[in-house]
């Protein structure tokens, strides 16, 4: 069906957009890297941001911007 | 240089051309990708209400893989033949308990094995 | 000076007390690195996320693409939605039509401007030369599906009963390893093959081998812009030449991974 066909399509072109946008590209200063044996191992964000597909695609993403609301205490 | 992209608008991102295939695999791939997204390294979230679930990720993270690194060394010398049998019942069992404990974290904290995965870059995905 | 990423900034609030006491953050977010670009840059760009302006911060040769995002601590509208996603990939893709460009991951943002200015002096080197990287170049993703081959089945034969209970176990994990083993010798001359043959097409090849059973290949390459028709061309008769796997191609695409972000802060 034409219509089950263009969300399968959506549903792909959002996961490589995700798969870059959320996961590539520049990210800014204040990043820790802990090393073993000169092997990167985790990447820690200070700028933190927890989120899976499935949420992105409900539209639940949570980015930094709602940390600001514990900025008032 | 030439414009890599004419008059950009909402509707040619989302045009099908950015993403090319098998019709049919779609369904598949997204399920296939989705896998992929999971298994890759996330930001912690500084809310206080995930902190302590990112922080148990982080941690058992670090316990499963020095918990594969030896129990791969075990094997190594298990096939090399410079154990003893009762030396490598010890281990078999010492690692087997491990990896109960480790599947009781992790329903504790609720993660999946997925979770845990981590990728190494040249030394490919942890497991 | 000291510039906090502002995630932090529930312990080091950001915060302009507005006259109606009701207490707004803000903060710079951030959408791509570019070449200083020409004064009328900004027209041919357009809106960022919600409708936001763009403005330049710049250093040098280097510019810093960003909105200035502002909005009431009790404003609920924090949540991202995909429409933010699409518009931020716009964004980057109208900045890439004017010069070489290094895109942002989805959300960043600096506590001020002076962050944002701090950024481009403190990075200038690592951006200038990744921005010669990508100049001129795009990134196109592949994906192929296969249906992995049976493992051989006479390796269970020798996981017998009779092994003690721990010895047993270990002998489970060498099973378990060898079979992965076998899938990925041939998935590797695969890939090998398919990537012998894409060479002449492509600069730098960003790559995951059996991230999942079925996911024969992840991979996303670095291509000249001028090259792009023909690397479709030629993904498109490999994956007729090979119909017992999926192929999905994807692009082009700013270089996402192609940015090298080697700087960490700390090392432990």
């Given at each position: 069906?034409?219509?089950?066909?263009?969300?399968?399509?959506?549903?792909?072109?959002?996961?490589?957009?995700?798969?870059?946008?959320?996961?590539?590209?520049?990210?800014?200063?204040?990043?820790?890297?802990?090393?073993?044996?000169?092997?990167?191992?985790?990447?820690?964000?200070?700028?933190?941001?927890?989120?899976?597909?499935?949420?992105?695609?409900?539209?639940?993403?949570?980015?930094?911007?709602?940390?600001?609301?514990?900025?008032?205490? | 240089?030439?414009?890599?992209?004419?008059?950009?608008?909402?509707?040619?991102?989302?045009?099908?051309?950015?993403?090319?295939?098998?019709?049919?695999?779609?369904?598949?791939?997204?399920?296939?990708?989705?896998?992929?997204?999971?298994?890759?390294?996330?930001?912690?979230?500084?809310?206080?209400?995930?902190?302590?679930?990112?922080?148990?990720?982080?941690?058992?993270?670090?316990?499963?893989?020095?918990?594969?690194?030896?129990?791969?060394?075990?094997?190594?010398?298990?096939?090399?033949?410079?154990?003893?049998?009762?030396?490598?019942?010890?281990?078999?069992?010492?690692?087997?308990?491990?990896?109960?404990?480790?599947?009781?974290?992790?329903?504790?904290?609720?993660?999946?094995?997925?979770?845990?995965?981590?990728?190494?870059?040249?030394?490919?995905?942890?497991? | 000076?000291?510039?906090?990423?502002?995630?932090?900034?529930?312990?080091?609030?950001?915060?302009?007390?507005?006259?109606?006491?009701?207490?707004?953050?803000?903060?710079?977010?951030?959408?791509?690195?570019?070449?200083?670009?020409?004064?009328?840059?900004?027209?041919?760009?357009?809106?960022?996320?919600?409708?936001?302006?763009?403005?330049?911060?710049?250093?040098?040769?280097?510019?810093?693409?960003?909105?200035?995002?502002?909005?009431?601590?009790?404003?609920?509208?924090?949540?991202?939605?995909?429409?933010?996603?699409?518009?931020?990939?716009?964004?980057?893709?109208?900045?890439?039509?004017?010069?070489?460009?290094l895109?942002?991951?989805?959300?960043?943002?600096?506590?001020?401007?002076?962050?944002?200015?701090?950024?481009?002096?403190?990075?200038?080197?690592d951006f200038t030369a990744d921005l010669a990287y990508v100049?001129?170049?795009?990134?196109?993703?592949?994906?192929?599906?296969?249906?992995?081959?049976?493992?051989?089945?006479?390796?269970?034969?020798?996981?017998?009963?009779?092994?003690?209970?721990?010895?047993?176990?270990?002998?489970?994990?060498?099973?378990?390893?060898?079979?992965?083993?076998?899938?990925?010798?041939?998935?590797?001359?695969?890939?090998?093959?398919?990537?012998?043959?894409?060479?002449?097409?492509?600069?730098?090849?960003?790559?995951?081998?059996?991230?999942?059973?079925?996911?024969?290949?992840?991979?996303?390459?670095?291509?000249?812009?001028?090259?792009?028709?023909?690397?479709?061309?030629?993904?498109?008769?490999?994956?007729?030449?090979?119909?017992?796997?999926?192929?999905?191609?994807?692009?082009?695409?700013?270089?996402?991974?192609f940015v090298r972000?080697?700087?960490?802060?700390?090392?432990?």
């Amino acid at each position: 069906m034409a219509t089950d066909l263009t969300i399968r399509h959506r549903d792909v072109v959002l996961l490589e957009l995700l798969d870059r946008v959320l996961d590539k590209g520049v990210v800014v200063a204040g990043d820790l890297t802990i090393s073993v044996a000169d092997v990167d191992l985790i990447y820690l964000g200070l700028r933190v941001l927890l989120c899976s597909v499935e949420t992105m695609k409900k539209g639940g993403y949570t980015g930094v911007f709602s940390e600001g609301r514990q900025g008032d205490r | 240089m030439k414009p890599l992209f004419d008059e950009m608008t909402r509707s040619e991102i989302l045009e099908p051309s950015r993403v090319q295939g098998n019709v049919d695999a779609f369904a598949q791939f997204s399920q296939e990708i989705e896998k992929v997204e999971k298994a890759m390294p996330r930001h912690l979230n500084a809310d206080p209400e995930h902190l302590e679930q990112g922080l148990a990720k982080l941690v058992l993270t670090l316990v499963d893989l020095l918990r594969r690194l030896l129990e791969r060394q075990a094997i190594r010398r298990m096939e090399g033949g410079s154990l003893h049998d009762e030396e490598i019942e010890r281990l078999g069992l010492a690692f087997m308990r491990m990896e109960a404990k480790m599947a009781e974290l992790k329903t504790v904290f609720g993660l999946k094995d997925d979770d845990l995965n981590i990728n190494l870059g040249p030394l490919g995905d942890l497991w | 000076m000291i510039c906090l990423p502002v995630s932090l900034s529930p312990y080091f609030p950001v915060l302009k007390n507005k006259p109606s006491r009701i207490p707004t953050m803000t903060a710079c977010y951030l959408y791509a690195i570019t070449q200083a670009p020409a004064p009328d840059f900004l027209t041919k760009v357009g809106l960022g996320l919600r409708d936001l302006p763009l403005q330049v911060v710049i250093h040098d040769q280097l510019a810093a693409v960003m909105s200035d995002w502002r909005s009431p601590l009790s404003n609920s509208s924090h949540m991202a939605a995909e429409t933010d996603l699409w518009r931020h990939e716009q964004v980057i893709e109208a900045i890439m039509a004017q010069g070489r460009t290094l895109p942002a991951r989805f959300g960043t943002t600096l506590a001020d401007v002076d962050c944002v200015h701090q950024l481009l002096i403190t990075r200038a080197a690592d951006f200038t030369a990744d921005l010669a990287y990508v100049a001129g170049r795009v990134e196109m993703g592949l994906r192929i599906l296969w249906d992995p081959p049976l493992g051989p089945e006479n390796l269970a034969a020798e996981n017998s009963a009779g092994f003690t209970p721990g010895r047993q176990y270990l002998q489970q994990q060498i099973l378990k390893r060898r079979q992965e083993q076998a899938i990925r010798a041939p998935a590797e001359t695969f890939v090998a093959a398919l990537n012998a043959i894409l060479q002449p097409l492509f600069v730098d090849i960003r790559l995951q081998i059996l991230p999942t059973e079925r996911l024969l290949l992840s991979a996303s390459y670095l291509v000249q812009q001028t090259l792009v028709d023909a690397f479709q061309a030629q993904v498109a008769a490999l994956s007729a030449s090979y119909p017992s796997f999926a192929f999905l191609s994807s692009g082009p695409w700013p270089a996402y991974h192609f940015v090298r972000n080697a700087q960490p802060t700390g090392k432990l």
